[in-house]
């Protein structure tokens, strides 16, 4: 690789051109030198190697950091066991805070379903868009949309299909977990509510999980307890547990 | 021939999101994937380790294929499928190699259909370039400094001025450092 004898604007030059930022006349000159001077194309051949070397040894690094979160998905109770722990000793200090400076108890009721409600709420983490059937395509793609945390485009291409599909459980769900993930549960309960009657469906475990955390969100406590009792899903109990303190 | 479907433009953004390295966008895809290909693989005859190995390898030259346009995903569940695709032809390979004839009996490929007509064309070759492959050793092990410096601009591809400004440096030095570790880097990858 003859790369040791190039200047410094030479190098930004060719960086430039890689990177498709080059203007339209310096283009033009550029591409004739690629055709008529063979070590110049060779050149920015290698430059080009150097790049996606880098890229590529960097992602791959990255790809390492990526996996470790795998690593904890797939080691549930480890994790779930020190995120309770944390908690607990998190809400004592809280509590004590809240003694020491407020005096009094009742502070605690409302603060605490927020703080919960917090410590608890993460959006659904979605469907794999694994299948490739076309008639899926749209559910799927505002699946993408959902993923990336744009709950709003989500949502607009859900309620499209749901126009044609009022009673599919599926879309129902997912526009309203979008919802509550856009922190406007009042839509997302009734929503959920409908969903969570269906004992059949097959996210019947995540729906009454997250029926529970949005009548918390609301404030409704008795309800929440109702739908967190139903859910078997490991947050669900650790939710209900403080909540029944 | 089909017109390519102007309504994919919706997904433009998003190929263009995994070009560019988004870490949201590449991190969804990764963890998203990577449990069907461990299935594949630990039902057939693989570790945890070797699933792991082989879906990096495969992703990486998604990612690749991507850039170089030489994959123009229609959605992301296309991505979803090619990927897989990749990986199982990478662990085929594997399972062929001589080392594990030896040990596997045909028996226990059951889950695999061997023959993969329709995705055969699947070039992912890219990774297999000994330039490259120098390249990517080299700066694996270039200094903290210089590589933290290199992977800014080229891999979260930040702009010079922001940059410049992490490293409290004008611009005219922080281009000069980046040269420096161009030139660096260089001369490491021709001592492989």
């Known amino acids: 690789m003859d790369l040791q004898h190039i200047t410094q604007e030479e190098l930004e030059y060719i960086e430039k051109y890689l990177n498709g930022n080059l203007d339209p006349l310096d283009l033009k000159q550029f591409e004739q030198r690629l055709q008529t001077e063979a070590e110049f194309k060779s050149k920015v051949e290698d430059i080009k190697t150097v790049l996606t070397g880098i890229e590529t040894q960097a992602l791959k690094e990255q790809l390492d950091i990526f996996h470790e979160d795998i690593d904890n998905v797939s080691n549930p109770p480890e994790k779930e066991d020190t995120k309770v722990h944390t908690l607990n000793w998190k809400r004592l200090l809280v509590a004590a805070a809240l003694i020491i400076t407020a005096g009094s108890f009742w502070f605690l009721g409302g603060n605490s379903n927020e703080r919960l409600y917090a410590n608890y709420f993460t959006p659904d983490p979605g469907l794999p868009t694994t299948m490739g059937s076309s008639d899926n395509y749209d559910f799927y793609e505002a699946m993408v949309n959902y993923k990336q945390g744009d709950y709003k485009t989500a949502i607009a291409k859900w309620e499209t299909l749901q126009k044609a599909k009022p ?31 269906n004992s059949e469906f097959a996210l019947i475990n995540d729906a009454h999980y997250y029926l529970g955390l949005a009548y918390l969100k609301a404030d409704n406590v008795e309800k929440a307890k109702a739908s967190l009792q139903k859910s078997n899903v490991e947050n669900s109990k650790a939710l209900l547990s403080e909540l029944n303190d | 021939m089909q017109e390519k479907n102007p309504t994919l433009s919706l997904n433009d953004s998003f190929i263009e999101a995994v070009k560019n390295n988004d870490p949201q966008v590449l991190k969804n895809l990764y963890v998203n994937n990577y449990p069907k290909i461990e299935i594949l693989v630990l039902r057939n005859s693989g570790s945890k380790d070797q699933a792991k190995d082989i ?117 005219a030095s922080t281009r000069n450092k980046k040269y420096r570790c161009m030139q660096k880097l260089k001369s490491l990858a021709l001592k492989n």
Request: glycine share 4%; charged share 30%.
């Open chain 2, 55 to 171: 879906y990096q390898d495969a992703f990486l030259a998604v990612w690749q294929n991507i850039k170089q346009d030489k994959f123009i995903p229609k959605s992301e569940s296309s991505i979803n499928g090619y990927l897989y695709t990749i990986a199982k032809n990478k662990w085929l390979d594997v399972l062929r190699s001589s080392g594990y004839k030896k040990t596997i009996v045909a028996s226990q490929l059951g889950h695999f259909e061997i023959k993969d007509e329709e995705n055969n064309d699947i070039d992912d070759d890219i990774l297999k370039d000994k330039r490259l492959e120098d390249v990517m050793l080299a700066f694996k092990n270039l200094g903290q400094a210089c590589k933290s410096l290199l992977r800014m601009f080229y891999f979260e591809k930040k702009s010079m001025k922001l940059i410049a400004e992490e490293l409290a440096l004008d611009s």
């Open chain 1, 167 to 197: 009673n599919n459980d599926t879309l129902n769900y997912f526009i309203g977990v979008a919802y509550l993930a856009n922190k406007n549960e009042e839509i997302a309960i009734p929503l959920l509510e409908g969903v969570a009657q």
